[in-house]
């Protein structure tokens, strides 16, 4: 059983992201990346991953899809889509978050985090920094959101944050971004490739692969059954 190996069983059976799973379609536009945003709000809870997803959608469901949107919602619309998803143990705080975050975002960047993206110039600490002055976005949410978004941002990649490495040692895969990325683009994605485009006109990029491969070792971080799982089919 090789790295390799592993890696195309893990992508093969759980190569889905996070924002892929809430119906995201992400793209560099400012209504998926802030979808986007949101999302990493939730999954950053100390909540079930499931819930958090479910949460999003319907969120999204209620129309609450850009900040315009989400800040025009009254603070009860949102405690009830966060509800209606199963995110009842934070759901008054992130409701108030999520308002308080949409404004900030329409002042400071006019609703578009691809200013945000300008503004950082392909330094993640800059980056990381300002997706932090978002209320309900600390270091957990910050890295969600790298993690994800060098699907389209490829200064970003490869990103591997915490959670995903210790899905990686869990797996017995390197600890090393680089080698992963590797690994990542060897075994092939696991969904038809799409055609390419510039991250600034709103296509995939060289992120993608690691990206699914970053959100699956994620899942074998917190799911020791997806472990056992590719260990099993490997």
């Known amino acids: 059983m090789t790295a390799r190996d592993t890696v195309a069983v893990l992508l093969a059976r759980h190569g889905t992201t996070y924002a892929a799973e809430a119906g995201i ?134 990103y591997v944050d915490g959670k995903a490495l210790q899905g990686a040692e869990r797996l017995g895969l390197p600890a090393s971004p680089t080698e992963l990325a590797t690994l990542a683009e060897q075994a092939g994605p696991p969904e038809p490739p799409r055609p390419a485009r510039e991250a600034g006109r709103g296509g995939q990029t060289d992120g993608h692969e690691i990206a699914v491969l970053a959100a699956a070792l994620v899942r074998a971080a917190l799911d020791k059954h997806i472990v056992d799982d590719v260990r099993a089919h490997v």
């Open 25 to 158: 379609r992400l793209r560099n536009t400012p209504q998926p990346l802030y979808q986007l945003l949101v999302l990493s709000d939730l999954l950053s809870a100390r909540i079930r991953a499931s819930v958090a997803v479910s949460a999003a959608r319907a969120l999204f469901g209620h129309g609450m899809r850009s900040p315009r949107r989400m800040a025009a919602a009254t603070w009860q619309q949102r405690v009830d889509a966060l509800g209606e998803g199963g995110y009842r143990r934070y759901d008054e705080r992130t409701a108030t978050q999520l308002g308080d975050g949409a404004r900030l975002l329409l002042d400071e960047y006019g609703g578009d985090l691809r200013r945000l993206r300008a503004e950082a110039d392909g330094d993640l600490d800059t980056l990381r920094a300002g997706l932090r002055r978002t209320p309900g976005i600390g270091p957990a949410g910050a890295d969600i959101f790298v993690r994800e978004v060098q699907a389209v941002w490829s200064e970003t990649a490869p």
